[in-house]
């Protein structure tokens, strides 16, 4: 989550909550009253509050009624969060059922962070070893059963041979065990699970 929040209260104008997002180049805000969350302002919502580009009023006029409009008067009030000891899983879970793009994070009733999409996708280049130097080495397991893992780390471990990350990936009925190697240890990696009875599958 991002723990650095950037918040307005309820009588906040739209037009300041504008400025705000542009300077911390953001697109949602929590709404608190007494440190306690009751509602969210986005991008999207200010959008859709604004007259139509069909509508006669001019650009003044566009702008005096953002600086009239409180966010109170066209923030969503019914907010989704998540809890900051739950899993990321279930974070993403949230968002996709309500098809939000944000969630509040929540602990002992106080709104300690948010999450947004691009920590999600963050997290998982985290998890995936993207950036770091290295090769990703496949490992198809046709059937899985208790113990690869194991058996994975007890071989590479008896050759002095180590991955930066482990990542299993479900495939139809396979799965999938993504390793992120170093270079120079990638040919022996390959070997030695080659050679343990592991189905190594070409990376494109």
């Known amino acids: 989550m991002t723990s650095r929040l950037v918040v307005v209260h309820p009588d906040t104008t739209v037009s300041v909550a504008i400025d705000l997002m542009k300077r911390n180049q953001i697109h949602r805000l929590p709404v608190m009253s007494d440190n306690r969350m009751v509602g969210l302002i986005t991008h999207g919502i200010i959008q859709r509050a604004l007259p139509s580009q069909a509508t006669s009023l001019s650009v003044y006029e566009t702008n005096y009624l953002l600086t ?3 966010v109170a008067q066209i923030m969503e009030t019914h907010v989704q969060t998540v809890a900051a000891t739950a899993q990321l899983e279930t974070a993403i879970a949230t968002m996709r059922h309500h098809k939000i793009g944000v969630l509040p994070v929540v602990a002992h009733d106080r709104v300690v962070g948010i999450i947004t999409n691009n920590d999600i996708l963050d997290a998982f280049l985290n998890i ?8 990703v080495t496949r490992v198809v397991v046709p059937h899985d059963h208790v113990g690869v893992i194991f058996k994975l780390g007890r071989v590479l471990a008896e050759h002095n041979l180590s991955i930066q990350t482990l ?3 479900n495939h139809q009925a396979e799965k999938i065990v993504e390793l992120h190697v ?4 990638v040919a022996p990696v390959n070997q030695v699970l080659t050679a343990a009875g592991f189905e190594i599958q070409a990376v494109d």
């Open 68 to 70: 009239k409009t409180t």
């Open 128 to 135: 995936a070893g993207y950036g770091e130097p290295g090769v």
């Open 167 to 169: 990542m299993v990936v």
């Open 182 to 185: 170093a270079h120079d240890q």
